[in-house]
């Protein structure tokens, strides 16, 4: 079974970027669809982005399209979320998960992703 560790979140001003990285452990992680998602305080969970096992096809919800990009590093066994153009409004804390291993790709359905990471908490200020 697969184990999944964000990093990369903190403290960055409005318009700045910040990098976060998924790292898997237990398996293989391109051998899964990993998505990223971020839940901020009394809100739901929110889809952000996704990344197919075949092929890499990646798949982005509208309010980040243009300004995120999901990425993979198979030599690292991690898949990355780029975020420009930070907006305060985008504080949350950012979570990575997996589906489970070589199926279907479910890019924006969060009830099929399986494994989650515990979170990093990304903070904007204005």
């Given amino acids: 079974q697969v184990q999944l560790v964000e990093s990369g979140g903190g403290l960055v001003q409005a318009g700045g970027s910040l990098r976060l990285s998924c790292t898997a452990s237990g398996d293989t992680l391109s051998s899964y669809a990993v998505g990223w998602f ?14 197919s096992w075949f092929l890499d096809n990646t798949y982005y919800a509208d309010s980040v399209k243009g300004r995120f990009t999901i990425s993979r590093d198979n030599r690292k066994n991690t898949v990355f979320l780029q975020m420009n153009s930070l907006k305060p409004e985008v504080t949350a804390v950012y ?25 990093t908490q990304v903070t904007v200020s204005s």
Avoid at 46 to 51: G, T, W
């Fill in 38 to 51: 971020r839940q901020a305080p009394g809100k739901e969970r929110e889809f952000l982005a996704s990344i």
């Fill in 95 to 119: 979570y990575c998960a997996a589906a489970p291993r070589y199926s279907q790709w479910p890019q924006g359905t969060i009830n099929e992703y399986a494994y989650w990471g515990q979170g």
